[in-house]
């Protein structure tokens, strides 16, 4: 597992002592920079027999235990859907089950199968329920010996302060712009400059915004966000009600843009739209638009299962285009 250009400094700490590393490592930051691939390499060098410096050998029984897909010593422990195992109807909600660290921690208990590290990887860590993080404190509290824990977090708030209190944290930053470009050129995209504002200078976020689908639904609402006075917002809350935690992310973006613009900064999402997007602000209502960013904040909290979305992007679009009208 490769190791991005931008988080090498950090791979060279955590690779410094092997013998001295902590029990349980939370590496937190923004979506998109690279924080799973990071707690991926650190377990391939932990489990790897003969590791090279800071690189595992790739020839051992370990390397190619994870060559083909596992490891005995290794869980990786990810959301899964919210009443998967029940008759209720699927919601999209995405958790880890308090099952699913019993497990991972059931293992830490044997022996290791080479004599070694175990490692317990749970992404994102933020998605485990408080029953499944109350789980994981006797082992984050009571660890037996070479076990690492690894937790990896997009929004570190959200754990429980029990569990913060007791990993070593380390933050995976954002790449510098030169250093996303230079990797993003690497993986030719259009208009790469453009996703990797809109995706806040997270590369690996930038590269996932390039699906040409996705594409073709940002660019009809945004040309439908600068020219309010030409849409029929019910059709296109009509059109665009399955991607609506997408549309939510543009829309919110594109209202931080126009506080920026109606605060006489730069306009930081889509500067393509710098000019419609400074005649909005001009023209809006700033108590309207407050309100809307706040709404559009609280509402991401209940995107994973909206009771219907159609109707609640079309509530978002209609007072969005609304703001121009003074009370």
């Known amino acids: 597992m490769k190791v991005h250009p931008w988080n090498r400094p950090l791979w060279d700490r955590l690779t410094r002592e092997r013998e001295h590393l902590p029990h349980a490592l939370l590496l937190h930051g923004m ?38 897909g596992g490891h005995p010593d290794l869980r ?34 044997l022996s290791s199968h080479q004599g070694g590290w175990r490692v317990v990887l749970i992404q994102p860590a933020e998605a485990m329920n408080t029953a499944a993080a109350n789980a994981l404190l006797k082992t984050l509290e009571e660890p037996p010996p070479r076990v690492m824990l690894i937790l990896v977090s997009h929004q570190p708030r959200r ?71 030409l849409q029929d917002w019910c059709e296109l809350a009509h059109a665009m009600q399955h991607a609506v935690a997408e549309a939510w992310g543009w829309l919110l973006r594109w209202t931080c843009d ?48 909206p009771l219907n979305a159609q109707l609640l992007l079309e509530s978002w679009l209609l007072r969005y285009a609304s703001m121009e009208d003074r009370p």
């Open 159 to 229: 754990l429980l302060p029990t569990v913060l209190s007791r990993c070593q944290k380390l933050a995976v930053p954002r790449p510098d712009r030169q250093v996303a470009m230079a990797w993003l050129a690497e993986h030719p995209l259009p208009d790469a400059e453009g996703l990797l504002l809109e995706a806040g200078g997270a590369p690996l976020l930038a590269l996932e915004y390039a699906d040409t689908e996705r594409m073709v639904q940002r660019e009809r609402l945004l040309e439908a966000l600068a020219r309010p006075d």
């Open 258 to 305: 126009l506080i920026a613009c109606h605060a006489g900064t730069a306009v930081r999402y889509f500067p393509q739209y710098a000019a419609e997007l400074r005649a909005r602000a001009v023209a809006a209502d700033p108590v309207r638009l407050w309100d809307l960013y706040h709404e559009l904040l609280g509402a991401g909290r209940h995107l994973q299962h």
């Open 31 to 68: 979506a998109g920079v690279g924080k799973r691939q990071l707690a991926l390499a650190l377990a391939e060098w932990l489990l790897c027999e003969h590791p090279h410096g800071s690189s595992a050998c790739g020839q051992c029984s370990s390397c190619n235990w994870l060559d083909q």
């Open 76 to 109: 990786i422990v990810e959301p899964r859907a919210d009443d998967a195992e029940t008759d209720k109807p699927k919601r999209s909600r995405r958790l880890i089950a308090v099952d699913d660290i019993r497990e991972a921690t059931d293992m830490l208990a």
